[in-house]
């Protein structure tokens, strides 16, 4: 359970240094990164906020590496999920109703459902590998927002900037207290951990999905079809990314627009080897990823760092998970002379 944790620490370390050597202060950095957006108020809203999609969409994920399955097409699930519970909403603008919310979350579920299928299907059906096939499909995903957005879906009072109309009052989630910005898309998020333990921990599905990656030639003796298992991991899948899509647009963006999303399918990747492939972990993952990303925003403004600084220590970041593992599972000898 230590490895994330010198993981982290490592990490911190290695970008410590790469901040000094851009002439910046390493505590002034740590300062910034990750004690002012735990200490805030207002900022740890905003990180729970950011955890929140990065929570949903990591949960899914773990049931396809703990399967060995290789979803890295999250992002184009997410955005999918995304278009098509805004779609839900943007149809019934200027409607009112208690159904047009709930309509929106099953719209995005079935929308990143059934954009994970098709790689599952590929996989299963014709034997192409999924890594290749998912991640493909963020493109196509990415595209068709730029399209919508700018075309048929486009404000025709927006100045002609790529975004679509405003979602009314019923179609977006509401704070949890009054004044805040933190919604109820938190309590989705802490529902997914808390179905996903039950799931690994208490049910023959979640040892069959285990077993799938651990020993697959045994899973097979023992009767778990692969291809079912397959199937029933990518739809899992693809149905939270979407569902965070929704989440994302209904809750903080309020609008379709391009790029809502950010790049959280791919980050939400290194929250869920972060959490060590766990529902818990993945849960405490989200909350210390989307400090680094509210702290990286802090950074830019108070001590002139670029951005992408972030991103290459969520790089690192991962790295040294892997490097960890790896650590883990072998043994370092040192022999002296033979082969």
């Known amino acids: 359970m230590l490895t994330p944790v010198l993981a982290l620490v490592v990490a911190v370390l290695i970008g410590g240094l790469i901040v000094a050597l851009m002439g910046k202060s390493p505590l002034t950095a740590f300062r910034v990164f990750i004690l002012d957006p735990l200490t805030d108020p207002w900022a740890m809203q ?4 950011k955890a929140t999609p990065l929570t949903l969409i990591a949960i899914g994920l ?37 159904w047009i919310l709930p309509a929106m979350l099953i719209a995005g579920a079935l929308g990143g459902l059934a954009y994970a299928a098709i790689p599952a299907v590929l996989r ?67 529902a997914a951990v808390l179905v996903a333990f039950v799931l690994f921990r208490r049910t023959l599905f979640g ?7 651990d020993a697959p030639r045994a899973a097979n003796f023992a ?26 647009v209904s809750g903080q963006v309020g609008q379709l627009r ?56 969520m790089g690192l970041l991962l790295l040294c998970v892997l490097v960890g593992e790896s650590l883990n599972r072998y043994r370092l000898e040192i022999r002296k002379g033979g082969a």
Not at 207 to 213: N, T
Not at 235 to 241: D, H, P, R, T
Request: glycine share 14%; proline share 4%; with cysteine.
């Open 258 to 313: 391009p790029g809502f999303g950010q790049g959280l399918g791919f980050t939400a990747i290194i929250v869920a080897f972060l959490g060590r492939l766990t529902p818990a972990g993945a849960g405490l993952s989200a909350i210390v990823i989307a400090v680094l990303l509210i702290g990286a925003e802090s950074a830019q403004v108070t001590l002139k760092l670029p951005f992408d600084l972030t991103r290459f220590f």
């Open 62 to 98: 773990l049931f396809c590496f703990r399967a060995s399955r290789w979803n890295i097409g999250a992002e184009g699930q997410f955005l999918l999920g995304g278009i098509c519970g805004g779609g839900v909403a943007i149809l019934a603008h200027g409607m009112t109703g208690f």
């Open 46 to 49: 905003e990180v729970l906020l």
């Open 207 to 213: 040892f069959a999905v285990s077993a799938s990656g």
């Open 124 to 190: 299963t059906r014709f034997g192409i590998s999924e890594i290749l096939t998912s991640l493909m499909l963020v493109y196509v995903a990415d595209l068709l927002l730029d399209y919508l957005v700018r075309g048929p879906w486009r404000d025709p009072k927006g100045f002609n900037f790529p975004q679509s109309v405003a979602f009314s009052d019923s179609a977006v989630l509401q704070p949890l207290f009054e004044g805040g910005r933190l919604h109820a898309g938190l309590l989705l998020a802490l």
């Open 223 to 248: 009767g778990f079809n692969e291809s079912r298992i397959t199937v029933l991991v990518f739809l899992i899948s693809g149905a939270l990314a979407g569902l965070a899509g929704v989440v994302e």
